[in-house]
């Protein structure tokens, strides 16, 4: 779902960050020229470089963390313009910290579409890391969420989505014209037992397969 820029020129890591951002910029240059002034695409990773800088407790992983969250940022504000449109439908999933229910419903509507569905998953309150429990519940159906990571609500993720699904994060998310909303009544995973986890992701995946069916990419 996500481009790991770090992966095509071996970015310099934080120890660095000026020269890090720097390339990075560079790298995205490339990739989106013709679409962004470098202006644009240097903003939007000293932006994304700040939002994570915030949220994170762990560096380790910073760098390719900013690159992803860039690249996805940059690639949702170009299918949004027009510049780079999709043949998938597009799903924004919204909770508070990103770190349990979002993260939940993006992996299993990945999965269960097969690749059909493009999904992004934010936070209005991200945490620092995901929710352990969360991790396991879905390592237990086959699920990885080894790369994923919280990430901020951003204006451009909204905008790409044809439809937002929001989980208990109020009126946070903004609202656009002929786009469709849902809201999804579930209890929050934090600070509940593994088997309460288990019955919020037996609950997520059902309202997953009637968005599946409704948007005509269920498997």
Same mark, same amino acid.
């Given at each position: 779902?996500?481009?790991?820029?770090?992966? &095509?020129? /071996? $970015?310099?890591?934080?120890?660095?960050?000026? &020269?890090?951002?720097?390339?990075?910029? *560079?790298?995205? /240059?490339?990739?989106?020229?013709?679409?962004?002034?470098?202006?644009?695409?240097? #903003?939007?990773?000293?932006? @994304?470089?700040?939002?994570?800088?915030?949220? @994170?407790? +762990?560096? %380790?992983?910073?760098?390719?963390?900013?690159a992803r969250f860039a690249t996805?940022?940059?690639?949702?504000?170009?299918?949004?313009?027009?510049?780079s449109p999709s043949d998938r439908?597009?799903? $924004?999933? =919204?909770?508070?910290?990103?770190?349990?229910?979002?993260?939940?419903?993006?992996?299993? %509507?990945?999965?269960?579409?097969?690749?059909?569905?493009?999904? &992004?998953?934010?936070?209005?309150?991200?945490?620092?890391?995901?929710?352990? %429990?969360? =991790?396991?519940?879905?390592?237990?159906?086959?699920?990885?969420?080894? *790369?994923?990571?919280? !990430?901020?609500?951003?204006?451009?993720?909204? #905008?790409?989505?044809? +439809?937002?699904?929001?989980?208990?994060?109020?009126?946070?998310?903004?609202?656009?014209?002929? !786009? &469709?909303?849902? *809201?999804?009544?579930?209890?929050?995973?934090?600070?509940?037992?593994?088997?309460?986890?288990?019955?919020?992701?037996?609950?997520?995946?059902?309202?997953?397969?009637?968005?599946? #069916?409704?948007?005509?990419?269920?498997?």
């Open positions: 779902m996500d481009l790991d820029v770090s992966g &095509r020129r /071996g $970015l310099p890591g934080l120890d660095y960050p000026e &020269r890090f951002l720097h390339t990075l910029a *560079d790298d995205l /240059g490339q990739r989106f020229s013709g679409v962004f002034a470098p202006e644009t695409i240097e #903003r939007y990773v000293l932006e @994304s470089y700040a939002a994570l800088l915030r949220t @994170s407790s +762990v560096k %380790a992983h910073l760098a390719t963390r900013v996805d940022r940059l690639t949702a504000l170009a299918q949004a313009k027009g510049a439908p597009s799903v $924004l999933f =919204v909770c508070v910290q990103n770190a349990g229910r979002s993260q939940m419903a993006a992996a299993i %509507a990945h999965e269960r579409s097969g690749g059909r569905l493009q999904v &992004r998953s934010a936070g209005s309150m991200p945490a620092d890391e995901l929710n352990p %429990a969360v =991790v396991a519940s879905l390592h237990e159906i086959g699920l990885d969420l080894q *790369d994923a990571f919280p !990430k901020p609500l951003t204006d451009d993720v909204v #905008r790409a989505a044809d +439809v937002v699904v929001t989980m208990g994060c109020g009126d946070a998310c903004p609202i656009y014209p002929g !786009k &469709r909303y849902e *809201d999804w009544q579930l209890d929050d995973p934090e600070h509940v037992s593994i088997d309460e986890v288990r019955r919020i992701r037996d609950e997520i995946t059902e309202h997953v397969d009637g968005l599946l #069916r409704s948007l005509e990419v269920a498997r």
